[in-house]
């Protein structure tokens, strides 16, 4: 039995090496694409995740416009005197690293992002003052002003622009 | 590299080229844990976000603006019931008023203006000439006009001691007290008062419908107050809204009480300047504020909001 270990004929160093190169080889890329596929999956939840919450604190933020909008407007037809909103809705530059777009529609809130490929639709209920904006903006900090349209106007005639 | 070679080598050198491979491995490993981990704080951020309030103080602003408009009220009505109805005082008492409103809300880092725009407007305050005296609305005439040629009007409340009861369908008209607003067309409107059992009913009629009934209260032998302009009944034990309304839907030119011996009580309302109200001796006509009109503005790090109110306390929705 001593003998049988001790016997190194027929064993090559050079099939062990690329034995065991192409072992950790498979290993590493079986590492490296389970990996990056679990990265690109979670990925594209995450930025799909903070896509919908930016899209709602968007709409939520146009609603409390809308609000103040209403009653700076009940009042500006009694007082016959001007009324302005200037709001400021904080929103990261980024979501997971990558940029991306916003657009805003009569009733719905599009998000967009390149890489990874994610759109997010948020709809929201429509406001008493039509909601105002001038194609589609980058991600980043988001400004809504409105102005009280003149006395005796209905408060449609408003207009809550949201700008960059 | 030759087999020759490969033996040459030492065990310590073979072996660090195994561990090349591996470190190369952990590396990549490592980056990937750290984007996973990354990108797990940032679901975490975004839960984070999702479950916060992230509006501005709209909230915040529209309950300071209520707060001024209530305090400015407040002010016109003491000046009109118990000084003079000077437009001065309510005109001093607002520019004393908005340092204070400044100062208060320093303390929670928010800016708050209160501020005079324009004049204060001056009005008319109708009572009884013994304003505190209950009596019956008939000084002079079971039907006659308070007021007329009115444009602007307020807080028109009536506090019923004593009232007649159930005239029976067909004879409210004739027979209930009532009042009457009348507008520039000759359009008119009654609201009418009687007491069936314990309650007060209200009900309304117009020149083309019948009387129908509006509201109750249950006044229990206690005095019931009838705010016109709000729509609203009260005791001294309970309140109630009137949600079909006791003020019409058209802006009155004229009032009128109408069978004013049915009821008696005391009575307070506030018109404009330009108004003519009756010149029966039972009834005061003094000075009074009807309205002042003030800039509000709220400015935090994120919302900017002003706006001009005209406060005209229980002026008719």
Redesign the interface.
């Known amino acids: 039995m001593t003998r049988l270990r001790r016997d190194r004929r027929a064993v090559s160093v050079t099939v062990g090496y690329v034995l065991m190169l192409a072992i950790a080889a498979l290993l590493m890329g079986t590492l490296l694409t389970a990996g990056s596929g679990l990265i690109e999956g979670q990925s594209e939840q995450v930025v799909d995740d903070q896509l919908t919450v930016i899209g709602t604190q968007i709409a939520s933020n146009i609603h409390e416009a809308d609000r103040l909008a209403q009653v700076a407007h009940a009042d500006a037809n009694t007082s016959s005197a001007t009324g302005t909103i200037s709001l400021d809705v904080r929103l990261p530059q980024q979501v997971a690293g990558t940029g991306y777009l916003v657009e805003i529609t009569g009733d719905t809130i599009i998000l967009r992002s390149s890489n990874p490929d994610v759109n997010v639709s948020v709809s929201y209920p429509e406001t008493a003052v039509p909601v105002s904006t001038t194609g589609q903006f980058t991600g980043g900090d988001v400004r809504i002003v409105y102005e009280t349209p003149s006395a005796g106007s209905p408060v449609s005639a408003g207009r809550l622009e949201v700008e960059q | 590299m030759s087999?020759s070679s490969?033996?040459s080598q030492p065990l310590v050198a073979?072996s660090a080229d195994?561990g090349q491979?591996?470190l190369?491995?952990a590396l990549?490993?490592a980056v990937?844990l750290v984007?996973?981990a990354?990108?797990?704080n940032?679901?975490i951020f975004?839960?984070n976000?999702?479950t916060r309030d992230?509006?501005?103080q709209?909230a915040e602003?529209?309950e300071l603006?209520g707060e001024l408009v209530a305090a400015v009220g407040d002010l016109i009505e003491t000046e009109n019931r118990q000084g003079d109805g000077s437009t001065t005082n309510v005109t001093d008492g607002i520019e004393a008023m908005g340092p204070l409103v400044d100062r208060e809300r320093a303390r929670q880092g928010v800016i708050a203006n209160l501020t005079r725009?324009g004049s204060v407007t001056p009005g008319k305050l109708l009572r009884w000439t013994d304003p505190d005296t209950h009596q019956r609305f008939d000084p002079t005439h079971s039907n006659w006009t308070l007021v007329e040629g009115l444009s602007d009007s307020r807080a028109f409340t009536l506090n019923l001691s004593d009232i007649n009861s159930d005239p029976g369908a067909g004879n409210i008209e004739s027979n209930a007290f009532g009042v009457r607003f009348i507008n520039s067309s000759n359009e008119n409107a009654t609201t009418y008062f009687y007491e069936d059992g314990d309650q007060i009913i209200v009900e309304q009629a117009t020149e083309s419908t019948d009387p129908s009934q509006q509201c109750a209260i249950e006044h229990n032998g206690k005095n019931t107050t009838v705010d016109l302009t709000g729509d609203r009944l009260s005791t001294n034990s309970s309140v109630v809204d009137c949600y079909r309304g006791l003020w019409p839907d058209f802006d009155p030119d004229k009032i009128q009480f109408r069978n004013g011996e049915a009821a008696t009580g005391t009575f307070a309302f506030t018109v404009d300047d330009g108004s003519t109200p009756t010149t029966d001796s039972a009834v005061q006509n003094t000075t009074a504020v009807y309205s002042a009109?003030v800039?509000i503005g709220y400015q935090s790090?994120?919302?900017?909001?002003?706006?001009?109110?005209?406060v005209a306390p229980g002026e008719p929705q």
């Open positions: 087999r490969d033996r073979r195994r491979l591996l190369v491995t990549a490993l990937i984007a996973v990354l990108l797990l940032a679901a975004t839960e976000v999702a992230t509006t501005t709209g602003a529209i603006r725009n009109a800039d790090s994120e919302l900017n909001f002003e706006t001009t109110v005209t």
